[in-house]
């Protein structure tokens, strides 16, 4: 069956039926509540828990070292046109560009326009990260360019590796949505560097 994502609300079928489900949640921490949360929700429903695989959204940029990875990271972020950026953070959240103030808290935005997405689970996220991070809007605007706020890991492919299986044995995970910075090029960086660690440690089959 399709997988359904978490950023729309919960529904019957989704309980009784689905057998894959791909979330976007705040670090580790987040997916393993939310995870919990839909394996309860199977459960009550009458399900096998264990029937529903639970996928978080990442967006990682691996390179052949920690130092070429965060200097991707750096390039990436520098080329995100911040009036563009702007303007999509309006769009997104009903919100008059011009009335924007880019120092303002972007908790406090978001308080401001909260439901604009119709995605309680996703303007959850977003606030968590922002409270956490201490983000401006104008940070927001161009976080949510770069990857809306999901989780980000940068670094070698063996670091990478290790984060991915530190969330998949915490139960954060089962498995992975790999979505790229840049296509084709952060793929292949994945497949080149994540990839072959993931298989030393006996995480992904060949």
Known sequence: ?????????????????????????????????????????????????????????????????????????????AHIDEASAVRSLARLMHADPASIRLQDPAVDFLADHRDATGSEGFEDMLAAVCRREGLTVRDLALRQSFDQLTPSPTGSGA???????????????????VTPAIVPGSLADFVEYVVPELRRRGRLRR
């Open 1 to 77: 069956r399709p997988p359904r994502s978490t950023l729309f609300p919960y529904t019957t079928l989704f309980r009784s039926w689905a057998e894959l489900v791909f979330i976007a949640a705040d670090g580790i921490e987040g997916n393993l509540a939310v995870r919990t949360e839909l394996r309860e929700r199977a459960r009550l429903a009458g399900r096998n828990p264990d029937e529903l695989r639970v996928c978080a959204a990442i967006q990682p940029i691996a390179g052949s070292t920690n130092i070429d990875a965060a200097s991707q990271r750096a390039s990436l972020l």
């Open 159 to 177: 670091d990478i590796a290790d984060e991915l299986c530190e969330w998949q044995d915490a139960g954060a995970a089962d498995g992975f949505v």
